[in-house]
């Protein structure tokens, strides 16, 4: 079946490191690909998506490209914030299954001034 | 433009009560999504609704949960009886989606956060 695997966390940054969280997936057919983040004590929001194959999300200066040939959609980000401290959830959804998320296990970040 | 909104936020119950978790999705969105999150993991989808008619209910466990939208609009999910391990998170969702489209965002809500003792 459709699975997403993320890197464990917690992952501990000082402010202006580089961020990389690892996102593999499994899927049959063409999923769409997705990051969302929760900030403490908030709900899961939208951080950015890819649709096909080479295409870049981007938002709030994280990037994620869709890779299909490595079957993955690693999260990056330049220069961190202590304002970035949150988990990360990627997930995929594919068409044959109705266009449900299936998340990863989330990846918690902490970046410390 | 309101979002996602779901009552109760907080719910302790003892094991074998029921409980209901109830969800108003932003206006216009024809699907909704019943998603439980469990400490530690990522959300897995409980329940799909595409406007009052279920998608996917292949993960719920029919024997103690059921969910109902009634016009299309508001949905509630229902816990009866209860069991520790259905302390959780239940989360709602809704999306404009009206055919399964795997693109088209889906919007949480803040989440009801259910411990069983």
């Known amino acids: 079946g459709n699975s997403v695997t993320q890197m464990e966390g917690p992952v501990t940054l000082s402010e202006e490191a580089f961020l990389t969280i690892n996102c593999t997936y499994t899927?049959?057919?063409?999923?769409?690909l997705f990051w969302y983040v929760q900030y403490p004590g908030e709900g899961l929001q939208l951080l950015l998506k890819a649709t096909k194959a080479d295409d870049k999300g981007s938002n709030k200066g994280f990037e994620a490209t869709y890779r299909k040939e490595t079957t993955s959609f690693h999260l990056e980000k330049g220069s961190v914030q202590v304002s970035d401290s949150a988990v990360y959830f990627c997930?995929?959804?594919?068409?044959?299954?109705?266009?449900?998320?299936?998340f990863g296990q989330g990846t918690e970040l902490s970046v410390k001034p | 433009e309101a979002g996602v909104a779901q009552s109760p936020r907080y719910k302790i119950i003892e094991k074998r009560q029921s409980v209901a978790f109830w969800c108003n999705p932003i206006s216009g969105h024809a699907t909704l999504y019943w998603y439980q999150q469990i400490l530690g993991q990522g959300p897995k989808l409980l329940i799909q609704f595409q406007n009052n008619g279920v998608v996917d209910d292949s993960q719920l466990p029919k024997d103690r949960f059921s969910a109902e939208r009634l016009k299309g609009v508001d949905s509630t999910l229902k816990i009866q009886p209860a069991k520790l391990e259905d302390s959780a998170v239940y989360l709602c969702?809704?999306?404009?989606?009206?055919?399964?489209?795997?693109?088209?965002?889906?919007?949480f809500g803040p989440g009801t956060r259910l411990t069983v003792l």
């Open positions: 899927a049959t057919g063409y999923p769409s």
């Open positions: 969702a809704s999306s404009l989606a009206t055919s399964g489209i795997t693109t088209d965002t889906q919007y």
């Open positions: 997930a995929l959804s594919t068409y044959n299954q109705g266009g449900k998320l299936i």
